[in-house]
């Protein structure tokens, strides 16, 4: 199974804990919602001052394989990742940036943000590990 498979397998409501060295500690939320073959993902992350972080994904299958369509609140234009080794999601073009996600176990969700200043190595900046609270 791959990361889509798992996605739509288990569609629901996701909150948990993260933690980077660019994020700092944190609880985010991800919402999967299942779109025909795709998964949409809204995901929400919440520091001490409050909202931080807001993402819109969208998990699909393309002629080449998997691929994320991202739009964050930080960016003005979306971002595509394709899959380059199972849950990597490398950027398509522009910097050297990451999406990786993890199914650990089952109805837990590990999504994280590598990427690297300039001069600096690509590094996993922001974590999030989160259960499944509410299935729909």
């Not at 409501?13 to 980077?20: A, I, K, L, N, R």
């Not at 650990?104 to 996993?124: I, M, N, Q």
Request: hydrophobic share 40%; aromatic share 8%; glycine share 8%.
């Amino acid at each position: 199974m791959d990361v889509l498979d798992h996605l739509l397998e288990a569609p629901g409501v996701y909150w948990g804990t993260g933690d980077g060295i660019e994020s700092g500690k944190f609880v985010g939320r991800v919402e999967v919602r299942p779109l025909l073959n795709a998964a949409s993902l809204h995901y929400e992350a919440f520091g001490d001052s409050g909202l931080q972080h807001v993402e819109h994904a969208l998990v699909t299958r393309t002629l080449t394989g998997l691929s994320i369509l991202s739009v964050i609140d930080t960016r003005r234009e979306s971002m595509t990742f394709a899959e380059a080794e199972p849950g990597v999601f490398r950027l398509q073009s522009g910097p050297d940036m990451r999406i990786v996600i993890e199914h650990s176990e089952a109805r837990c969700l590990c999504y994280a943000w590598w990427w690297a200043r300039p001069g600096e190595d690509v590094v996993e900046r922001s974590r999030l590990v989160a259960r499944l609270h509410k299935q729909f």
